[in-house]
């Protein structure tokens, strides 16, 4: 028997901690989707391709079982897919073994939480703004991985005034992005993020400013990996934007980020992981996968119950209803 399946069999979870204590987490409500996960990065560092593909396949078959039956693989035209055959084989050829995975676990006996729900991975396909230079290079591999009928979105892409990369060059990057995404009627994956300590969130304005401008709102956007107050959420939300909580959501000194997560209407609430980063509680300080979208759905569903008074079906529920909304184009 694999050994994972052998584990999670023996300590009746599929969720262990940083430790590697078994950690039991409450059942989702409704199906769960991670909106924003690096299939490709959950291997350890310099893994080879078929490790890689072991690696993500078992953890597309762990959040199946868990609940987490839907996984937006992020995809960089610039860093992992700048080879596109190549990752949308990689891809195709993890998904087939995730299946076989699920397959062997459910022989074992371990069982689903949803086992009508389809396994499903799509795919989003950006230019991060860390990579906004090599843009020109990238377009080539950008397009073709967005004629994937995998793809679902475009990004991520955006602006980060974090980062030591020239501002005026990841604007010209986020405008190019953005018409393409226009053309191709794509929804988007946004990545903003602000300089330590800017309490103006001039990333946040800015970008804002150019996603109206670019007139793409009504396409559907994800302003992914949210981690500030409510305050910097407003026009976003009046634009139409849904806004995907993660694992910062449910960090001890996060008060600021679970008022959003209260202040955010159900129709925006998105769930996601950005694993391989930023594993949720009680599992913090592990590498993430797209199985612990579970916890912060969790914890966004006691969030709103206690604080609005919502059952926690409805954020499940809610999460559930706003990805497809955004990411099922079918
Ligand atoms: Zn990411």
Known sequence: MKPWIEEALEARTLFFDAKHRPVALPAPLAPV?????????????????????????????RAWLAGVVWTVCIVDASDDGRDPGAFLEWLSETEAEAHAEIEAALAAGLRPAFPDEALRVSLSAGVHPYHASGIEDALPALRELLSSPRCVALGECGLDY????????????????????????????????????????????EALEIVRSADVAAQGIDLHCYTLGPEPLEGWIELGCKVAFGGA???????????????????????????????????????????????????????????????????????WANARALFDRA
């Open 33 to 61: 989707v991670d909106t924003h996960g690096h299939l490709s990065m959950l291997a350890h560092e310099g893994a080879s391709w078929a490790e890689m593909r072991e690696a993500a396949a078992i953890a597309l078959a």
């Open 249 to 319: 959501l449910t960090f001890k000194r996060s008060e600021a980020i679970r008022d959003a997560a209260a202040a955010c209407p159900a129709e925006a609430l998105l769930t996601e992981t950005d694993c391989p980063y930023m594993a949720p509680e009680p599992l913090r300080g592990r590498p993430s996968e797209p199985a612990l979208t579970l916890a912060t759905a969790n914890l966004l569903a006691d969030v709103r119950a206690e604080v609005l008074g919502e059952a926690r079906r409805d954020a499940f529920g809610s999460a």
């Open 162 to 205: 974090h980062a030591d990369v020239d501002r005026e060059v990841q604007r010209e990057a986020f405008e190019l992005q953005l018409a393409l995404a226009r053309e191709l009627g794509l929804p988007l994956e946004l990545h903003v993020r602000d300089a330590v300590g800017d309490a103006s969130y001039e990333a946040h304005a």
